[in-house]
């Protein structure tokens, strides 16, 4: 059965990485980073269907169509648009992520990056920053499917797999080439706790004492322990895995508490936003830069400014962080849904 709460709570976390990203104030960033990509793996444990146990080839199917294929399709077209976007100044050699400028790309470039990112989910274009996190999904899908299996669904399952992402960032370990390691058994054994929460069907997020003691431990967490799923110190695996399965909770809580409002027209957003993350994931980055291109003219910036990543960071400090979010939320989802929308007509024409 649908369980629209659950839709509602990756709704809620989609919206919230696309406010990461538009760099909403750093304290409430620090926030931002505790919960919302814990909440999608953990929700992808809650979903799994038990009958893939017994199914290898079914479950395989379903990961490559489901995440890998989407990966591939999207990072292979914006590869072949790179140097479109450098002409139009979305990338450049001045601007760029963390200090990475960009140049045109040779045949080899091409070459060389389409390799990486079919054979290790790496190398996708800065349009596509979000995707580090589907590579982490496809890899802790695996890992997760197999310590399931292996444990046959016991508690300890959730141990083992922290243990593992705890060693393995200690000593730095990753399987070469591939670089899979801590951060795919980390995710692993949040999808294990996601499995488990549907299996025994807790109902922990529906008790305060544990909301008011998760939202206590992101406050605490964003100054002791702050960490992302991108790097983060041994130490801090486990008390960020903690306060990320709390946190989620809290989250599940609150979209509970929001899909009373049945016939309220924010429901029906968020629900059909939640069934569209991958199109906002996709698409956000590249619908932020119009805001990129508003801010140049109004301003009078550099045009190669535009080529800044994700956003135009001084401005967004100023309060543009917000027009951002609205853009970067608001088309992705709006096209996606007139996208859909001409497509049910032309079916109907079709008939």
């Not at 995440?67 to 990072?75: A, D, E, F, H, N």
């Not at 002409?87 to 390799?115: C, H, P, Q, W």
């Not at 807790?202 to 406050?219: P, S």
Request: net charge positive.
């Amino acid at each position: 059965m649908r369980d629209n709460s659950v839709t509602i709570s990756k709704a809620i976390a989609i919206i919230l990485v696309v406010m990461a990203h538009a760099r909403c104030p750093e304290l409430l960033q620090n926030w931002l980073c505790m919960v919302v990509m814990p909440l999608f793996f953990f929700m992808s444990g809650f979903c799994f269907k038990e009958k893939y146990l017994h199914d290898v080839q079914t479950f395989a199917k379903k990961r490559v169509t489901g995440i890998y294929w989407p990966y591939l399709k999207w990072s292979l077209l914006f590869l072949l648009l790179h140097n479109v976007f450098y002409k139009m100044n979305i990338y450049s050699d001045e601007y760029g992520f963390n200090r990475r400028t960009s140049v045109l790309y040779t045949a080899t470039d091409f070459l060389n990056k389409a390799i990486s990112i079919t054979t290790k989910m790496q190398g996708h274009e800065q349009l596509l920053g979000g995707y580090w996190f589907i590579k982490i999904l496809f890899g802790g899908s695996f890992i997760f499917y197999l310590a399931v299996r292996g444990l046959r669904g016991r508690w300890g399952g959730i141990f083992v797999l922290l243990t593992a992402a705890v060693v393995l960032s200690y000593f730095g370990w990753r399987l070469p080439y591939f670089h899979v390691g801590t951060r795919e058994f980390f995710a692993a054994s949040l999808l294990y706790a996601g499995y488990l929460y549907k299996h025994y069907q807790w109902e922990w997020h529906r008790n305060r004492i544990i909301n008011c003691v998760a939202l206590a431990l992101m406050l605490l967490g964003a100054h002791f322990w702050f960490t992302t799923m991108h790097v983060y110190e041994y130490w801090k695996v486990l008390p960020y895995a903690i306060s990320a399965v709390l946190l989620v909770l809290t989250l599940l809580h609150f979209s509970e508490w929001i899909l009373k409002y049945k016939k309220n027209y924010v429901v029906r957003f968020l629900i059909f936003t939640g069934d569209h993350t991958m199109e906002v994931l996709t698409w956000h980055f590249l619908s932020m830069k119009l805001v990129s291109l508003l801010l140049i003219v109004l301003y009078g910036l550099p045009i190669k400014q535009l080529s800044e990543f994700p956003v135009i960071e001084s401005y967004a400090h100023q309060g543009w962080w917000v027009i951002y979010l609205g853009v970067g939320v608001g088309i992705p989802v709006v096209g996606t849904y007139g996208y859909h929308y001409l497509l049910t007509k032309w079916n109907v024409i079709k008939r």
